[in-house]
């Protein structure tokens, strides 16, 4: 499964707009690219997921350029409780019997 | 909505004894996954299982650390003698099948003092 890099951790303000970058300069023709979400003794959850181009739903938005080797996760005006781990992951589109392999993940601290 | 249980949510333990784990999954999810995620880490693979045959459980220290699936649904880990390092959160995941995504429990929280 390919390697991503994504920064260790990012502070914003509340309201702002929160854009995290995330390399998977390995990523194989049929990978997908999944953000999850953890909360504080939470386990992960699913928050979006893209192939190409730009996908958004009620929560963020993902953007993945043309050689689809990096991918962006846009958070549209932080409140503090979207003070979480955000976990980039590149494989298989659903992970059903495919475990997901996690990196260190990216901390993202929301201050008012 | 349907969740993953785990129980406890968090444990003490003393070095060299045994503990215990308990998942539930999602009602009808055949595959059921055992993560153990340490301290600004992310989660990392133990075993799978599909229904009550373990998939892999190549990353699991067998010399201390078992599973088990008897009837295909809830499912148990246990550490004997659990050790300082395996301090970490323990998570559980299932999923329906392979079009499916796996959803996560909140976890149990050891501390092995």
């Known amino acids: 499964l390919a390697k991503t890099t994504q920064p260790i951790s990012m502070d914003s303000y509340e309201g702002q707009e929160v854009n995290i970058t995330c390399s998977h300069n390995?990523?194989?023709?049929?990978?997908?690219i999944t953000w999850y979400q953890q909360f504080p003794s939470q386990g992960p959850r699913f928050i979006i997921q893209?192939?190409?181009t730009k996908v958004t739903n009620e929560v963020a938005s993902l953007f993945i350029p043309a050689d689809r080797k990096s991918s962006t996760l846009s958070l549209p005006r932080v409140s503090l409780s979207d003070t979480a781990v955000y976990y980039c992951?590149?494989?298989?589109?659903?992970?059903?019997?495919?475990?997901?392999?996690f990196g260190k993940g990216t901390r993202l601290s929301v201050i008012a | 909505e349907a969740e993953v249980a785990q129980s406890p949510r968090y444990k003490i333990t003393e070095k060299s004894q045994a503990v215990a784990f308990w998942c539930d999954p999602i009602?009808?999810?055949?595959?059921l996954y055992w993560y153990r995620q340490i301290l600004g880490q992310g989660p990392e693979l133990l075993v799978q299982?599909?229904?009550?045959?373990?998939?892999?459980d190549s990353q699991l220290p067998k010399d201390r650390f078992s599973a088990e699936r008897l009837k295909g649904v809830d499912s148990t880990l246990k550490i004997q003698p659990a050790e300082l390092g395996d301090s970490a959160m323990y998570l559980c995941?299932?999923?329906?099948?392979?079009?499916?995504?796996?959803?996560f429990g909140q976890g149990t929280r050891l501390t092995v003092v």
């Open positions: 893209g192939y190409k």
């Open positions: 995941a299932s999923s329906r099948d392979r079009n499916t995504e796996a959803f």
């Open positions: 009602s009808g999810h055949a595959t």
């Open positions: 390995n990523i194989a023709t049929n990978d997908y």
């Open positions: 299982f599909q229904d009550e045959s373990v998939v892999d």
């Open positions: 992951l590149v494989g298989p589109e659903h992970s059903g019997n495919t475990p997901l392999v």
